[in-house]
């Protein structure tokens, strides 16, 4: 199989695009290696794939029509897309809002163009978020809950991602499938990821900054899981009975809410340092707890995530200390 994987130099999609190359699968990996955060790390994630006689590399935007529509004249041969760019953070859309239109919008309908007009796609799986269940309080979320009410733009955009992934799925018959990804963490991770975050300025000994005073839960789910439920997902492309649209839409987590404080405590315990705790009151767009039923996607893909925090923090911390040659 020849997949187009966009953001193959972020942090799930390099990871996905090294199993797949593992599998055998070919690899059109798309990054534009933005400045987001610092593109040294996404030049190294990248230069792992480059190494494989499997992956292609086009430096692109997925929201610029030209570039996108050039990669696929280079590659007529892509049956599967998984599309992971996007702009991520809730706190970022704060203050850079219309970064989040282009990439999670249009960046989006790009690539759904492309698999429309590719008479070989056999799968379009695209990346959503947990933000979209918004301020519910039922536990745990359900692909079932009503979703219309994000308190972030982000949310917004990942929400709207999901609607027009599902109307071109109606219209052109596209076997599509959205992920909402809960709080991934790992080796390889974003600089501005929790874990990350918390790590470096531990071993720098400056304070954390921990919101709600602490008070947060959330369905950690190791980078390892999260790869095995998108390739179990691409294998299984919903059918279509000529009906209802080849769509289907699942959580991807842990199942599992995890104390904040516990997970700052693993980091702490496997950096042997204590950190300095700045609590701070909850952030706009924020959210006290997730928690992620993964009831459907167990049942049609058979996801089982395996990977406790106990296991993935250490794992992480490992990492962190050997790219950082700490």
Not at 26 to 40: A, F, K
Not at 154 to 172: D, V
Not at 313 to 325: A, L, N, S, V
């Amino acid at each position: 199989m020849s997949v187009l994987v966009t953001g193959a130099a972020g942090f799930i999609g390099y990871h996905t695009s090294l199993r797949l190359l593992a599998r055998g699968d070919t690899v059109v990996g798309v990054d534009d290696l933005n400045d987001y955060y610092d593109p040294t790390l996404k030049r190294a994630r990248l230069a792992q794939l480059t190494a494989h006689p499997g992956f292609s590399f086009a430096h692109a935007d997925i929201a610029d029509r030209a570039a996108m529509a050039a990669v696929a004249a280079r590659h007529p041969e892509v049956t599967g897309y998984i599309n992971l760019a996007a702009q991520a953070g809730v706190r970022h859309s704060l203050t850079a809002p219309h970064d989040y239109t282009r990439a999670n919008v249009e960046g989006l309908l790009v690539m759904l163009e492309l698999a429309r007009h590719n008479p070989k796609c056999r799968h379009f799986v695209y990346a959503s978020s947990s933000s979209v269940y918004g301020a519910n309080t039922k536990l745990p979320f359900s692909v079932d809950d009503r979703v219309d009410q994000p308190i972030s733009l982000y949310a917004a955009t990942k929400r709207a991602g999901e609607l027009m992934s599902h109307s071109y799925s109606h219209l052109y018959r596209i076997p599509t499938t959205g992920l909402r990804f809960f709080t991934v963490y790992g080796p390889w991770g974003r600089p501005d990821m929790a874990a990350y975050l918390f790590a470096k300025a531990i071993l720098a000994g400056e304070p954390i900054r921990v919101f709600n005073n602490g008070d947060m839960r959330r369905d950690f789910t190791y980078i390892d899981d999260i790869v095995s439920g998108v390739l179990g997902v691409l294998d299984n492309p919903p059918g279509d009975d000529g009906k209802a649209p080849p769509y289907h839409l699942y959580n991807i987590g842990n199942n599992n809410s995890e104390s904040l404080m516990d997970f700052i405590g693993l980091i702490e315990q496997c950096l042997g340092r204590k950190a300095d705790y700045q609590f701070e009151p909850m952030q706009p767009g924020d959210v006290k707890e997730t928690y992620a039923d993964i009831s459907a996607i167990q049942t049609k893909v058979g996801f089982a995530p395996t990977t406790p925090i106990s296991v993935g923090i250490p794992r992480f911390i490992d990492w962190f200390k050997q790219y950082h040659g700490v």
